[in-house]
């Protein structure tokens, strides 16, 4: 069984910064791209930032150059970095991992609670 947990959310002040954690824990064999989401109230999901096991990120257009993304791999953890936050970057914020639990399995999406994060302004 994989288990994703978030952490680091709560109020912050417009301008303010955060930082939130994504602990992946189980029996796995691979861990690949691990991503962020959030999704506010009344709203659709919508994407973050992601980050390929080999480093490699791709942000969402709300959030370049205000938020960063990065992963350790010998902890199974992913970050992120929010900077400049905005009353509009109030929301749940959740990650989503693609993890292959087998060697003979698929590679399966897997996402956790989701951590809230709320900008006042």
């Known amino acids: 069984q994989v288990q994703l947990v978030e952490s680091g959310g709560g109020l912050v002040q417009a301008g303010g910064s955060l930082n939130l954690s994504c602990a992946v824990s189980?029996?796995?064999?691979?861990?690949?791209?691990m991503t962020w989401y959030r999704q506010a109230p009344g709203q659709e999901r919508e994407f973050v930032a992601t980050v390929a096991n080999d480093g490699r990120t791709n942000y969402g257009d709300a959030v370049l150059g205000r938020f960063s993304i990065s992963r350790d791999n010998a902890k199974n953890t992913m970050y992120l970095r929010m900077n400049s936050l905005k009353p509009e970057d109030t929301a749940l914020y959740s990650c989503?991992?693609?993890?292959?639990?087998?060697?003979?399995?698929?590679?399966?999406?897997?996402w956790g609670q989701g951590t809230p994060v709320t900008v006042s302004a």
């Open positions: 989503n991992c693609l993890i292959r639990q087998t060697r003979s399995a698929a590679v399966g999406s897997h």
């Open positions: 189980g029996t796995f064999v691979t861990l690949g791209a």
